[in-house]
């Protein structure tokens, strides 16, 4: 939830105390321009200092490893400020705590108890500004991490989350706020002064803004009222911004309801902004989230997204095979069969970089079946010293998980690889096997492909 009064005071009070600071990277990014994000401990006394640095460590992970996050993970740096409280926790005003804390933070901002933020007048918004032009003056992200598990939390220009149970859920959607400028896509009948600014959330569905507009299917209806639980379907739903006449663009997602897929206009928006904090050089490519289980015989649209809007050209991939004339922004599946229950990916190409997706994996609900291999590994000649590569790609419903195997040369059994040492990938549809030694020779290698509906 973004805080409605985001116009704090900014008078510079004095600071009444002296704390103990320190800092640690928690993730590095590989060299180059990086995205920051920072976390600030609130709440957390010098004794609970590293459990400041676990929480970072696990949230900081949980972000990373976000759909909004994960095709550009490498390119993030997390740093986590452990600044000594007083006191644990944070002020409570409907149970009447309060405690003495760095930032004078408290739930219940503005009247909203879940609406967790500075408490006004209390110098906590100065001295993050302070705190953060010391140890990281080019951050992109700030979040302040509260010890409390009160459930709360806050975006705008500084995300919150308390350590509730549900705390790697309530950053993920506030940093959706904070990163990529998102509205809440509810309907909250006690707050009546926000409005639709966001890239998820219109006036009308005249209204919609350019790439949201894009993606509407000849036949979706606008407005739109049909429930889904496919988190591609885009349309334009009533029920944003707080209000029910306002619109967003998906029937559901992280931005509405907890633990939900982000959907493709969101996770466009985050491509965009950490293409904006990287200056321009970010290439990757990646996939909305398919439903997790398609009804048979439905059909759903994967997406392929990335950042900018210059001109580009796909190749779409099933099982590792390219698929002959699937060559748009968008792949069409259904109405679902069970050959369709398969491992895609995405090719993109623009001005000669060709950049590939992760695998995402569609299953059909009400179909299983026994995985069948659709590419074989080959056998290869390979120099002394060289590494050799092998793929393989099973169908199935569900998806199959994958297991290679090795038969020493003159052996007659086969024994499962298991990952280090000259093998890797063994539990993935491609086998590395590096420093190729004459000893090798003659070694055989296969994959075996298991779901719950058998094996190959």
């Given at each position: 939830?973004?805080?409605?009064?985001?116009?704090?005071?900014?008078?510079?009070?004095?600071?009444?105390?002296?704390?103990?600071?320190?800092?640690?990277?928690?993730?590095?990014?590989?060299?180059?321009?990086?995205?920051?994000?920072?976390?600030?401990?609130?709440?957390?006394?010098?004794?609970?200092?590293?459990?400041?640095?676990?929480?970072?460590?696990?949230?900081?992970?949980?972000?990373?490893?976000?759909?909004?996050?994960?095709?550009?993970?490498?390119?993030?740096?997390?740093?986590?400020?452990?600044?000594?409280?007083?006191?644990?926790?944070?002020?409570?005003?409907?149970?009447?705590?309060?405690?003495?804390?760095?930032?004078?933070?408290?739930?219940?901002?503005?009247?909203?108890?879940?609406?967790?933020?500075?408490?006004?007048?209390?110098?906590?918004?100065?001295?993050?500004?302070?705190?953060?032009?010391?140890?990281?003056?080019?951050?992109?992200?700030?979040?302040?991490?509260?010890?409390?598990t009160e459930y709360g939390g806050a975006g705008g220009g500084i995300a919150f989350a308390s350590m509730h149970s549900s705390s790697k859920d309530v950053l993920i959607h506030e940093v959706g706020?904070?990163?990529?400028?998102?509205?809440?896509?509810?309907?909250?009948?006690?707050?009546?002064?926000?409005?639709?600014?966001?890239?998820?959330?219109?006036?009308?569905?005249?209204?919609?803004?350019?790439?949201?507009?894009?993606?509407?299917?000849?036949?979706?209806?606008?407005?739109?009222?049909?429930?889904?639980?496919?988190?591609?379907?885009?349309?334009?739903?009533?029920?944003?911004?707080?209000?029910?006449?306002?619109?967003?663009?998906t029937y559901n997602s992280t931005m509405r309801s907890l633990g939900q897929a982000f959907g493709p206009v969101n996770l466009k928006a985050f491509l965009d902004s950490a293409n904006v904090k990287?200056?321009?050089?970010?290439?990757?490519?990646?996939?909305?989230?398919?439903?997790?289980?398609?009804?048979?015989?439905?059909?759903?649209?994967?997406?392929?997204?990335?950042?900018?809007?210059?001109?580009?050209?796909?190749?779409?991939?099933?099982?590792?095979?390219?698929?002959?004339?699937?060559?748009?922004?968008?792949?069409?599946?259904?109405?679902?069969?069970?050959?369709?229950?398969?491992?895609?990916?995405?090719?993109?190409?623009?001005?000669?970089?060709?950049?590939?997706?992760?695998?995402?994996?569609?299953?059909?609900?009400?179909?299983?079946?026994?995985?069948?291999?659709?590419?074989?590994?080959?056998?290869?000649?390979?120099?002394?010293?060289?590494?050799?590569?092998?793929?393989?790609?099973?169908?199935?419903?569900?998806?199959?998980?994958?297991?290679?195997?090795?038969?020493?040369?003159?052996?007659?059994?086969?024994?499962?690889?298991?990952?280090?040492?000259?093998?890797?990938?063994?539990?993935?549809?491609?086998?590395?096997?590096?420093?190729?030694?004459?000893?090798?020779?003659?070694?055989?290698?296969?994959?075996?492909?298991?779901?719950?509906?058998?094996?190959?």
């Amino acid at each position: 939830m973004k805080p409605l009064l985001l116009v704090l005071s900014l008078l510079l009070l004095p600071l009444l105390r002296l704390s103990a600071e320190e800092s640690r990277l928690v993730h590095a990014a590989e060299a180059g321009r990086a995205i920051e994000i920072v976390f600030m401990a609130e709440g957390y006394t010098e004794a609970q200092k590293e459990k400041f640095f676990t929480d970072a460590t696990a949230l900081g992970n949980s972000l990373l490893a976000n759909e909004a996050f994960l095709p550009y993970a490498s390119r993030v740096r997390v740093l986590a400020i452990h600044v000594a409280s007083n006191e644990s926790g944070a002020d409570i005003p409907r149970l009447g705590v309060t405690v003495d804390t760095y930032f004078s933070s408290t739930f219940g901002y503005n009247g909203v108890d879940r609406l967790l933020y500075f408490a006004s007048g209390g110098g906590g918004y100065s001295r993050a500004l302070t705190l953060l032009q010391t140890y990281a003056p080019s951050y992109s992200l700030a979040c302040i991490l509260v010890n409390s598990t009160e459930y709360g939390g806050a975006g705008g220009g500084i995300a919150f989350a308390s350590m509730h149970s549900s705390s790697k859920d309530v950053l993920i959607h506030e940093v959706g706020h904070s990163f990529a400028d998102l509205d809440d896509e509810y309907v909250d009948s006690g707050i009546t002064s926000a409005y639709p600014s966001g890239p998820n959330t219109a006036v009308s569905t005249s209204t919609l803004p350019p790439f949201w507009n894009s993606l509407l299917l000849p036949t979706t209806p606008l407005p739109t009222t049909q429930s889904t639980t496919d988190p591609n379907w885009v349309g334009a739903w009533a029920g944003a911004s707080y209000q029910d006449f306002y619109y967003r663009a998906t029937y559901n997602s992280t931005m509405r309801s907890l633990g939900q897929a982000f959907g493709p206009v969101n996770l466009k928006a985050f491509l965009d902004s950490a293409n904006v904090k990287l200056g321009g050089t970010l290439r990757v490519a990646t996939i909305s989230r398919p439903p997790g289980n398609l009804p048979l015989g439905s059909t759903t649209t994967l997406y392929s997204l990335t950042p900018g809007s210059a001109a580009r050209t796909y190749q779409w991939y099933k099982d590792g095979v390219a698929l002959e004339g699937r060559t748009a922004d968008r792949l069409t599946l259904g109405p679902g069969t069970a050959p369709d229950a398969a491992l895609y990916r995405v090719e993109v190409s623009e001005g000669g970089v060709v950049v590939s997706s992760a695998e995402t994996s569609l299953t059909l609900s009400g179909v299983g079946f026994a995985p069948a291999f659709t590419v074989q590994p080959q056998g290869q000649t390979c120099a002394l010293g060289a590494t050799a590569s092998y793929s393989a790609a099973a169908s199935g419903s569900p998806a199959a998980s994958y297991s290679w195997q090795r038969k020493a040369a003159g052996a007659s059994t086969w024994s499962t690889l298991g990952e280090g040492g000259a093998y890797s990938g063994t539990s993935t549809r491609q086998l590395k096997v590096t420093g190729m030694t004459t000893a090798m020779t003659g070694d055989l290698f296969r994959c075996v492909a298991t779901n719950s509906r058998g094996q190959a």
